[in-house]
């Protein structure tokens, strides 16, 4: 950075490779240890630098990995940052086709659909084994966990069990092949069990606060500024918020009719469109929709309605906030750009050597009179 550019550290920097003295011998060593390089803490990492803000503690810290904890992922590695990227597609890839299945019948499950969700499942499986061999950042004793029996206990007491049950129904699909029926002899029984499936499928939503840090994280990565990050991150909440609720209410407004032994509508792209056209309309608290005939669509509505208020008031303090930080840039630029031009009028410069100084002055700031990226790596998170 530029206010540590004149500085000449005197402190003693090792320079040498840990790895090399941890993986010295056996088959394959170049690639074990470019494997193991990789699991170790990078000042590469986004979140490094608030944590770890000196190349003796970043050193310091791949050693306690390397000699205590030599199977464990660290949680700043660029390993795990790779691997949250490849998350992040999983993840929007549940929340896509989730959804899209909901348009399908229980009994006709076993299609393209199922195959796309069946795979997408059997990677986050992945993610969940490489979970319990990944560490954390405790914020409360301000240190990374790297003891696997500390990390699996705090997995188990929060998200493993959504990624277990909500997997479920892939994790199944040997028994669901020895269950296919034709539609019409499928038992009650049966039918209930498939759409208890699918129900714990959705159980997915959870995870959202997961993709959305993954998205802070590659911005922070790639250097992007968050003012357009925030708005992304919006529309995305809204987005997967809306589909969501389209497969709730069509799975509702469907398979409650069936079980209750009522007509079921067809599934056509007009009445695919009208579904979704009266979640958003729920979610937006402009109507209910076209019409309410059963006490199922009452329950869903009021439910829809409420939770679209909350919505609203969600999506309304992030446009603040990012229309606040927004005015506040704003504001600092006009007031440097006056102080700056009553200066120049006072010193009596010619009215051409002011523009230049002006063309100048926009051209280095951009409108911007701090470097976001750089503040966030001088302020430890710590």
């Given amino acids: 950075m530029a ?3 004149d500085h000449d550290c005197l402190l003693h920097v090792q320079e040498e490779d840990v790895i ?53 992922v660290h949680p700043f590695s660029m390993f795990d940052l790779y691997w949250q990227f490849f998350m992040f597609i999983v993840f929007a890839s549940h929340f896509i086709v989730i959804p899209v299945d909901a348009l399908f019948p229980v009994e006709h499950g076993m299609g393209i659909i199922f195959s796309i969700k069946f795979l997408v499942d059997m990677l986050q499986l992945m993610d969940i084994i490489k979970i319990f061999y990944t560490g954390y950042y405790n914020e409360e004793k301000s240190k990374v966990v ?21 997997s479920f129904n892939s994790y199944c699909f040997p028994f669901l092949l020895l269950l296919k029926k034709p539609a019409n002899h499928l038992a009650l029984s049966d039918y209930y ?46 987005i997967v918020v809306t589909f969501w609720s389209f497969s709730i209410t069509f799975i509702i407004e469907n398979h409650t009719n069936k079980m209750w032994g009522q007509d079921v509508p067809n599934t056509n792209l007009t009445y695919i469109c009208e579904s979704y056209f009266n979640a958003t309309m729920m979610l937006l608290v402009v109507s209910y929709g076209s019409s309410i005939n059963t006490q199922n669509q009452y329950i869903s ?8 208020f909350g919505l609203q008031m969600f999506l309304y303090t992030q446009i603040l906030q990012v229309w606040t930080k927004y005015a506040n840039a704003q504001n600092k630029h006009h007031s440097l750009h006056k102080q700056f031009k009553e200066y120049m009028k006072y010193k009596v410069l010619p009215i051409s050597l002011r523009e230049r100084i002006f063309s100048y002055f926009e051209f280095k700031f951009h409108k911007q009179f701090f470097k976001e990226n750089d503040i966030n790596n001088i302020i430890s998170r710590s």
């Fill in 3 to 5: 206010i540590f550019e």
């Fill in 146 to 166: 790297l003891k696997r029996s500390t990390i699996a206990k705090r997995y188990l007491k929060t998200y493993f069990f959504f990624d277990i049950i909500s």
């Fill in 301 to 308: 509505t009021i439910f829809f309605l409420c939770f679209g």
């Fill in 20 to 72: 090399k003295q941890f993986v010295d011998s056996g088959l394959f060593i170049s690639l074990r240890r470019k494997f193991r390089r990789m699991c170790l803490i990078s000042r590469k990492h986004p979140l490094t630098s608030g944590y770890f803000q000196s190349h003796a503690t970043c050193r310091n810290e791949k050693i306690r990995n390397l000699v205590h904890y030599f199977h464990t």
């Fill in 193 to 238: 069990s498939l759409l208890f499936l699918r129900v714990a499928n959705r159980l997915k939503i959870v995870r959202i606060g997961r993709w959305l840090n993954i998205l802070e994280i590659f911005r922070q990565y790639m250097g992007y500024s968050s003012y357009l990050f925030k708005g992304i991150r919006v529309v995305l909440i809204f």
